[in-house]
């Protein structure tokens, strides 16, 4: 097979840039190491700043997402036994960001590039990229007892944190920074009415929860819990019992509860991987950088990343300018940096850190209060959780 953009991987990242792409008549082949089935059946991102949205408008895939999907203005921090609204509209100049689940936005993208026929293959094993630094690189993967071949002008990574294309990138190339937090996320989907029609970030001497939801019947919540913990040591009845305690009393009170329908530990990570260009390949989003999920940022931070590749190979296909494609990496980095220090912060300021000194307590406690008390620190956050421009 040839192509003119060969795109590892099938989750948000390669499924939007290949819509795009396709959009514009430069041809893409999407290959997805999991079932279809499997892609969608992770529960991930809730939180759309803007500019994703106006993206996915942009790829035609907009519509049920401005249909199902609800626009936030704002969201609560819970704190002492009490809880702030963080006014986004207001301190953003009028933004706002779209609580619409990953699942059904890849669903809508899956299903666009259905509609147009655009090449999307799954269960595909072994895939190597080749010869990244000549002008004919190519990929191959399993078929079976088969090896087959995509040759094509440029690859793009967009195959999560553990897959193949960021380790293609010789080690002596690669630049990783790295933070690992001392706890992950217990999250649990119920199909309930959530307890608060915006989300709630909890921060609590018992550890961080958070109140978050798909739509008025779908609920989504997160508790922070040691690494050492799995999801066989919480039970349902457990994790309501722990989420109510982390929330205010009127909260917790008027909490609904109900089965698990989905349950899961995510261990927080900060990481991002520099330079994002090697020769003809491109990585963008959970390949080359993840965040905690605290501030929302990671889907979001793949979108910008999308946005600089697919302008850039307009540049490249449309007009024959390479600009695009020669900045991408350290436009995309400076982007990318920004979320991280947001992502960073937000977590450090609302989690429980068993091994802080009881001064860095103090700190973490002065920091949420001058938050809430200063508007310019408000319009700091609010900027950057609506999402700064691409
Ligand atoms: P993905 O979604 O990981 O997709 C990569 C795809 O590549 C496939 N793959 C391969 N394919 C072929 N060959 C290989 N060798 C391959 N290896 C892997 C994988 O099967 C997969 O389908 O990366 P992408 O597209 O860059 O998307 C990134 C987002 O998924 C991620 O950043 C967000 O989910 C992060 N995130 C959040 N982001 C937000 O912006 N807002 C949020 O509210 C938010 N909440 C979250 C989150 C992530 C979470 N977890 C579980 C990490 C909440 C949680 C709990
Ligand atoms: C979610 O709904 O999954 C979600 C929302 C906000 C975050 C993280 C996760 O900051």
Not at 239 to 252: G, I, N, S, T, Y
Not at 298 to 317: C, K, P, Q, V
Request: hydrophobic share 35%; with cysteine; glycine share 10%.
């Amino acid at each position: 097979m040839k192509v003119q953009v060969c795109i590892i991987g099938g989750g948000p990242s390669g499924l939007l840039l290949s819509q795009l792409l396709h959009l514009k008549g430069i041809d893409t082949v999407v290959l997805e190491k999991q079932s279809r089935e499997y892609v969608l059946g992770r529960i991930r991102a809730g939180v759309l700043e803007h500019g994703f949205a106006a993206l996915m408008r942009e790829a035609q895939c907009g519509e049920r997402m401005d249909r199902e999907g609800e626009i936030h203005e704002g969201f609560f921090i819970a704190h002492g036994g009490g809880m702030s609204r963080v006014d986004l509209h207001k301190y953003s100049g009028g933004n706002s960001v779209v609580v619409y689940g990953q699942t059904e936005l890849t669903r809508d993208l899956y299903e666009a590039r259905d509609r147009m026929n655009g090449k999307v293959l799954h269960n595909v094993e072994g895939v190597t990229l080749h010869d990244l630094k000549s002008d004919a690189p190519y990929v191959t993967y399993r078929d079976g007892d088969r090896i087959e071949r995509i040759d094509c002008d440029y690859v793009i990574g967009a195959d999560g944190f553990h897959g193949v294309s960021r380790k293609s990138i010789p080690k002596d190339v690669l630049r990783e920074y790295e933070r690992v937090y001392p706890f992950g996320w217990l999250g649990v989907l119920s199909r309930t009415r959530p307890v608060s029609p915006e989300l709630i970030y909890s921060k609590h001497e018992r550890g961080f929860a958070l109140c978050s939801l798909r739509s008025q019947v779908l609920s989504r919540y997160y508790i922070q819990v040691p690494l050492t913990d799995t999801v066989d040591d919480w039970s349902d009845e457990a994790f309501w019992a722990e989420l109510k305690r982390r929330l205010p009393e009127d909260v917790a009170g008027r909490m609904i509860t109900g089965p698990s329908i989905e349950k899961s530990i995510a261990p927080l990570r900060s990481f991002v991987a520099e330079p994002m260009r090697y020769g003809q390949l491109f990585l963008a989003g959970d390949a080359a950088h993840i965040v905690p999920p605290t501030g929302a940022r990671g889907l979001n931070s793949a979108a910008s990343d999308i946005y600089y590749l697919y302008h850039a190979m307009l540049g490249h296909y449309q007009n024959g300018d390479d600009t695009g494609l020669e900045g991408y990496s350290q436009k995309a980095l400076a982007r990318v940096w920004k979320a991280q220090r947001f992502s960073w912060w937000m977590t450090t300021m609302l989690h429980k850190f068993p091994d802080n000194l009881a001064y860095e307590d103090k700190l973490q406690s002065t920091e949420l209060e001058y938050l809430l008390s200063s508007e310019a620190a408000m319009g700091s956050l609010a900027e950057n959780y609506v999402g700064l421009p691409f």
